[in-house]
């Protein structure tokens, strides 16, 4: 790629529920970590539809969105070596300090000043994306749509969960939420040996889910839940329940479905109070975990690509060119039957 700038299209949310198409000027290589991605694909997640809506707490319009890409490295630094021109990758797209407690130890989705781009910063909806050399990864040639790609950090989002509640080889998992992100963390939590039950309120997605793999699935208005959970788990509750939805009553849920001396999962965003007591977690001792966003996972989601172990298009379900931006934030908050995930793709 010529390093001299040239104008590019990008996807901004000029307004609520407005898109435009814009015109602004390509990346350049500034620093000797730069790498500039061609981007192929970014998929649309739900903080992407707050912005949309402008409901988001402290993102507003105009901006340019996006956090789940992929594409192709068309320009590098003088001191990049991990990657080259040519080849393909996803991106990370979070951004620590890299100094306080948390980035040291390689956890930076957890630092006090992060950021996500797409979210605190400028995001991947345009055509040419730069990053630094730490955020991309080699997408494997297992994995021939480069599209797909884009569904490596959601991925990474279901890998962090099940690592941060541990959940290993025979346990029994309960997911709040058969959305993307309850489903990526269902394909990891299986990929390490747990069986999985998911509640949500829409039967098509409980149907997908348990074609996907489940091997419970329950509708969350059904007045006998608690029983169905504790009949299908047959060891006075889940060892893991994760809240991949983000909501007070379902906190609550958690704590009262899961096993004695399990772990709760708090996956979902929620800033609203709930009526957990001390009491409640004290007399199981219960372990109880936040996931945010991912730290270095995306390795390990590429890794297991090499061997097909992942099916990135059971969450990619709907495709969408850059014209037909709008149409795909649309069809993100309708949510019709069938719909998982929607991606927008570059040229």
């Known amino acids: 790629m010529n390093n001299g700038a040239f104008s590019m299209k990008a996807i901004e949310i000029t307004d609520t529920k407005k898109i435009t198409v814009i015109d602004k000027a390509a990346p350049v290589i500034r620093s000797p970590d730069d790498v500039i991605v ?24 105009p901006v340019v969105v996006g956090h789940e890409a992929s594409g192709v490295v068309t320009g590098v630094g003088r001191a990049v070596t991990a990657v080259q021109p040519g080849d393909r990758v996803a991106i990370d797209p979070v951004l620590g300090c890299g100094e306080c407690r948390p980035c040291r130890s390689g956890r930076a989705n957890a630092c006090a000043d992060v950021k996500c781009r797409g979210v605190h910063v400028e995001g991947a909806m345009q055509e040419y994306f730069k990053v630094r050399e730490q955020d991309v990864h080699k997408v494997p040639d297992t994995l021939d749509d480069l599209v797909l790609a884009a569904a490596t950090e959601p991925f990474a989002v279901g890998a962090q969960a099940v690592w941060r509640g541990n959940v290993e080889q025979g346990q029994v998992m309960l997911i709040f939420g058969a959305g993307a992100i309850g489903l990526t963390t269902m394909f990891m939590a299986i990929h390490r040996g747990a069986r999985c039950i998911l509640v949500d309120l829409n039967q098509s997605r409980l149907e997908n889910a348990r074609r996907l793999g489940a091997f419970g699935a329950i509708n969350a208005a059904d007045p006998d839940l608690v029983e169905q959970v504790l009949a299908l788990s047959r060891s006075g509750g889940p060892d893991v329940v994760c809240d991949a939805v983000g909501n007070p009553e379902i906190v609550g849920l958690c704590v009262e479905l899961v096993a004695p001396t399990g772990t709760v ?44 172990r992942l099916p990135f298009h ?5 495709r969408f060119t850059i014209e037909q931006a709008a149409e795909a934030f649309d069809m993100a908050i309708e949510q019709p039957q069938g719909f998982i995930k929607a991606v927008i793709t570059f040229p």
């Open 38 to 61: 061609k981007i192929a694909a970014v998929s649309i997640c739900g903080t992407d539809i707050h912005t949309y809506t402008n409901t988001h707490p402290f993102v507003t319009p």
């Open 265 to 308: 999962i708090l996956l979902g965003m929620d800033g609203q109070p709930n009526n957990v007591t001390e009491l409640a977690i004290f007399r199981k001792e219960l372990t109880i975990v936040g996931s945010r966003m991912n730290s270095n996972m995306l390795p390990t989601v590429l890794e297991l690509l090499t061997v097909k």
């Open 314 to 318: 059971e969450i990619l379900t709907h």
